[in-house]
């Protein structure tokens, strides 16, 4: 990073100030402070006592906080790649070159974006959005492949406020920007811990986790099976039971069985468990996983509750409140649903009770924890979005203890070295990318497709960051559109780069061609592959048990 221009923009006392710097030195109102070291860049805001005429500085109020500098990229024949990665797990995030454009909620789209609240999944309304070929932007790290010759550029950390980074290919230029549009400071902040890197894949990867002192996962790569993509809300105690004993009479070695979203009464009311449906509740269910040697998994969504919840309506003042003093939506799911204060005690003495039930009581050993941006949704006077989703997340560490979180939508910067498995792609669908009018829509949409892509272009992460959860894969013939070459597709990606291997089919009604997919699913783990792009198409070859294997597909 050279010829970097520094821009502060913000207020004290109400009155505007601009600080345009080309490295570290003196303002009226701040010390900016600048340490280069070994590819590293530590910058950092420390607010003055007083001012150059001698008045009480006070509180700093920060607008935007950036860097940029130039950064080449190549087009032509034989163009560079960039990558960056999006705003949460659910983002579609892979290689583009400068003669792309980044996808984004078309125009057409207004109407359904604002009935159905698809603004709030992602980072549209508090990033800038690029607005042509060879622009684009993404958060906590980027990287321009050429060839097998990584240049990475990442942050150290995201305590201090979401890094967003900006590319502009038409101008061969850089812009690095700390989310921080509020923020009241009146002590040292830090403003961006950087790093930059070049090498192979494996070089920089390792030497970046390496460098933020994350320790690779415990435990392993595991297979098992979630109620959601065949029943999603409509389960009960004899739909999962008969799916349990199928499992176990075909002899399947999974290691987690996974109860999904609709056991319980509403979102947000966790230990309400629906009577009609469970008549004896979870913890039979439980003990007959644990009879048949699987980890019984439990979904839940911690940080925030739907419309109808009796949370919601009993407790309104634990909801997140936006600068009007409004609860903040953060999307159309079920009946709506609403953000929580991970801020009030009592919102963490409840979250406190449903983990102790739900892990001490009922038994479960991995929870499967999502919609967790909602703990990120509002930024209040004193911390940023990020420091509130980094807190969020060491809390959830604190509440499950030395059993597994497998995050979900979810910043992946904050989750780094906090979940065991996370999703690192959208959600599959039961057809290859939707609808024409869906593609219109936001980033995190429902998309096979956009998957499929995510868990080869996020592959860095697994064994590193935590075990990638590239979300099921699906080889039965009913109450699915996928053809059975994109089944395929699906199933050798996530055996290929995932660390968990779920799905939610009713493995009982396998045929012994499917069994054979299926087993040979694990065997691809740890294969020698390599990823190329072909113009619009993404090439996986590997090494197959019976020669080399190639993949393609059009993202």
Known sequence: MEDIIFLIRGNR?????????????????FTLRWQEDEGELHIRIIPKDFDDYGNPVGELTLESVSMTFPWSCRGGRKPEQIFMNGYQSWTDSHEHTILEKEPAISPLASGMVEKYYLDRYGDVNFT???????????????????????????????????????YNGGAQQMTIEKDCSGLRISEEWNAFDLVELSGTEDQVFDLYFEKMQINKPAGSPMTGYTSWYNHYQNISEQIIMENLEHVHEMGQNFDVFQIDDGYQTYVGDWLDVNRDKFPDGLEPVVDRIHTYGMKAGLWLSPF?????????????????????????????????????????????????????????VWGFDLVKLDFLYGACMQPTPYKTRGQLMCEAMDFLRELVGDKLILGCGVPLGPAFGKVDYCRIGPDVGLDWDGSPKEKLLH???????????????????NGRAFWNDPDVYLLRDDNIKLSAKQKALLAQVNGLFGGLLFTSDDVGNYDAEKRKLQKSLTE??????????????????YQGQDGEKELKVKL
């Open 524 to 541: 691809l783990h740890g294969a020698s592959r390599s990823v190329e792009r072909r113009g619009r198409y993404t090439v996986v070859r």
């Open 128 to 166: 800038m959005k690029p607005k042509g070929t060879g622009q684009f932007h993404g958060f906590t790290y980027c990287y321009f492949r050429d060839g097998e010759r990584y240049r990475f550029l990442g942050s150290l950390s995201e305590r201090a406020g979401f890094t967003v980074f900006y």
């Open 443 to 461: 980033r995190e949409r429902v998309s096979t497709k956009n998957t499929i892509g995510n868990t080869i272009y996020r592959r860095q992460l």
């Open 304 to 360: 925030v509750c739907e419309k109808n919840s009796r949370c919601y309506q009993e407790h309104r003042d634990w909801l997140v409140r936006d600068e009007n003093g409004h609860p903040v939506c953060g999307g159309s799911n079920w009946s709506t649903f609403y953000a929580l204060n991970t801020e009030l005690p009592q919102v963490r003495e409840y979250l406190k009770e449903v983990f102790h039930q739900v892990l001490d």
């Open 13 to 29: 006392n109400g009155e505007p100030f601009v600080a345009e710097m080309y490295q570290g030195g003196e303002q009226p109102y």
